[in-house]
């Protein structure tokens, strides 16, 4: 059997101080996770091989935002990274491909490689591996996989977002603590538990409950996976805790308190 190649992803560099340098095969660390100059200051440390360096592009940039236009202060970092020799970046946003002409560009699932026609358009702007969407279900990642084979990674854990909204949802009862350490609270509806996260004025809301499909590794080997990916983003995790997490998802394991999204029960 091919040997799986594991990524994992980060918003936080705290998260990543339990983990060796051998962890894993591509670390895919997030622009925002610390102001460019710290950030770089840690790439350079080598804390892991510099080709296993890949640097994931926001989700969402606002010309007109509170904090300034981020469109072009991701340009500007892009820009700084590029000079400083990093090449590997996860673009989630079509309008960030014209700035990595000629770099080392993977799609996020942002960009919805859900079909064939997908991901011929995303080869043609330079992309050279894609992401499978969470949304994504059994028999579309069987296809998808039978046709980008180890071109297509998929991800295996993830708080995913259910949405993000540009005003602070904490303004509505106090007032808006912008910028500074995420802030968190537990919300709940119709049953179901989730956490609001707000943080330089917007708001994110994930469900209590992660996004798993470590039980289905060997299904999805069977489909033809080669590249597997786990991200730690959003929540606050531990670095132990998540060391520990890592491992049972390698492994596999069934983790309790977890959802498989549409994998069993197709699109809803």
Known sequence: MTKMFWSLKTD???TLADFRPDDGDEVIID????????????LQAEHFPAEKIRVALPLITRAAA???????????RIKILRAAGWQKFLAAQLGQLPLLNGADIAADWSLYAANSAALEFLRGQGVSRFTASPEDDAENLRALLKSAGDAL?????QDSPLFIAEPCARAAW????????PQSIAAARGGQNFTLLTEHCRS??????PFSLSEFLPQLRDYGLQKARVDF????????????????????????????GNFRRGWQ
């Not at 622009?31 to 840690?42: F, H, N, Q, R, S």
């Not at 106090?174 to 350490?181: A, F, R, T, V, W």
């Not at 994110?204 to 409950?209: E, G, L």
């Not at 060391?243 to 959802?259: C, D, F, M, P, V």
């Open 12 to 14: 936080k560099l705290s």
């Open 31 to 42: 622009l925002d996770a610390a102001p460019l100059p710290e950030l770089l200051t840690y």
């Open 66 to 76: 509170l904090n300034g236009d981020e469109v072009e202060e991701v340009a500007r």
């Open 153 to 157: 990674q998929v991800i295996v854990y």
């Open 174 to 181: 106090q007032k808006c603590p912008c910028g500074g350490e």
């Open 204 to 209: 994110t809301v994930i469900n209590d409950a």
């Open 233 to 260: 983003t959003y929540r606050r995790y531990d670095a132990a805790a998540a060391k520990i997490l890592w491992q049972r998802i390698k492994n596999g394991e069934t983790l309790a308190g977890t959802h498989a």
